[in-house]
């Protein structure tokens, strides 16, 4: 697991050993980025399930101007703080917030943040059929909170698995879906603010 581009480009990122965390793969990542360009740049991003915080510290490389990193392991959270410290970026361009996602979002809401990118790539769902899904994803896209964490024109990158079919509540505007294996990577839209592009 590295970084693919910018001023880190090919560092390697240091992760814990064992099962509990799935890193966005590097071929998936790069995709990402280059589907989303100068939109990095400059931009406050917002990063929910972060793990060990590899999509976080891509857009910081990238020319972020900070970054906020939300999960419960803080085993997670110290490989975050280490890759962060050996990169050089900026001391005050990331936060760690150790906690539950869902909390973060709530108290994010009542503080009034706003973000330009919002990332998740949860733990993957299973393959649900005749049945909406119960995934960490799905509800993500069913918190009524989230889509006013969005600044205008923002946009939402939600990673999931292709055998976890989505339910799209209608707050929802998909601007890009991308594919690759089982990853579905999928940039959405705040319908308010899709409406006014």
């Not at 966005?24 to 990063?47: I, W, Y």
């Not at 976080?56 to 703080?81: D, Q, T, Y």
């Not at 979002?105 to 330009?116: E, G, K, M, P």
Request: with cysteine.
């Amino acid at each position: 697991m590295r970084i693919t581009g910018g001023q880190a480009a090919r560092r390697i990122l240091k992760a814990p050993k064992g099962l509990d965390v799935r890193p966005t793969p590097d071929l998936v990542k790069q995709a990402v980025f280059n589907s989303l360009g100068e939109r990095v740049v400059n931009a406050r991003v917002l990063e929910l399930f972060a793990g060990t915080g590899a999509l976080s510290l891509e857009c910081l490389s990238r020319g972020a101007a900070s970054a906020v990193c939300v999960g419960k392991p803080s085993r997670h959270a110290a490989f975050l703080r280490h890759n962060f410290q050996s990169m050089n970026f900026p001391a005050g361009s990331l936060e760690i917030r150790t906690q539950d996602v869902f909390t973060a979002i709530h108290q994010l809401s009542a503080a009034q943040a706003r973000f330009d990118l919002i990332l998740a790539d949860p733990p993957y769902g299973e393959k649900n059929v005749n049945r909406r899904s119960t995934s960490w994803a799905q509800r993500l896209l069913d918190d009524p909170l989230l889509p006013g964490l969005l600044a205008p024109s923002g946009l939402f990158v939600l990673g999931h698995a292709r055998r976890d079919t989505l339910t799209l509540p209608s707050v929802w505007s998909e601007h890009k879906a991308l594919k690759h294996g089982d990853t579905m990577m999928r940039m959405l839209r705040a319908v308010s603010e899709a409406a006014s592009q």
